[in-house]
């Protein structure tokens, strides 16, 4: 079945092609969701969260692709689902403030005792692992994981930023330099073990 065709038959709410769709996109997605969840449980509900939002949109994404211009590319639905994925990440936040109050910012004391100084950046890098950089970003508050991500590893400007999350620039900025001394000062303390 082609991509069209599943398209189509989610359109008219067929079953096997929903769940076609939803395999397809589950690795890359849960991948995504993982990214700005503090864990797996809540990478899932994002992601539940996201593929509802995404059925009852698929119509949009369509006509969004109909109407563009000769000269303007169309939209992947792969990227048009990682949108629909970090907004249900953000809307996630909002909606579980409380849950995620707790900071994750490193006071004086504790990143002298990592002696994190005497740690170049390259040493930490070469000896994290892709399991120890997530565990770092997920032991971030969400304020900071949400925009590390979003600037990072997604490419959203600050302005961009400030806009789908209700904040000013400065504040992206701020919560995104102290997201990346967090990560650094995390893996550093792993590190130093």
């Known amino acids: 079945m082609t991509a069209e065709e599943i398209i189509q038959g989610c359109l008219v709410h067929d079953r096997n092609c929903q769940r076609m769709l939803y395999e397809q996109y589950f690795g890359k997605m849960l991948n995504v969701s993982i990214r700005y969840a503090k864990n797996l449980n809540e990478a899932k509900e994002i992601l539940h969260h996201a593929f509802k939002s995404i059925f009852s949109k698929l119509k949009q994404f369509m006509d969004l692709n109909a109407k563009r211009k000769n000269d303007v590319p169309a939209i992947s639905l792969e990227e048009w689902i990682k949108k629909l994925m970090i907004e ?48 770092a970003v997920q032991q ?29 620039e400065s504040t992206s900025r701020d919560n995104f330099s102290k997201a990346k001394f967090n990560i650094r000062t995390n893996l550093a303390r792993r590190f130093s073990k």
């Open 140 to 168: 971030l508050s969400a304020s900071y994981r949400l925009v590390y991500n979003m600037h990072e590893v997604d490419g959203y400007p600050h302005a961009e930023i400030s806009k789908l999350l209700d904040i000013s």
């Open 88 to 135: 249900a990440a953000i809307e996630h936040m909002h909606n579980n403030k409380r849950g995620h109050l707790v900071s994750s910012t490193v006071n004086a004391r504790e990143t002298e005792k990592t002696s994190s100084a005497e740690i170049t950046d390259d040493q930490i890098i070469a000896a994290a692992d892709t399991d120890a950089i997530l565990q």
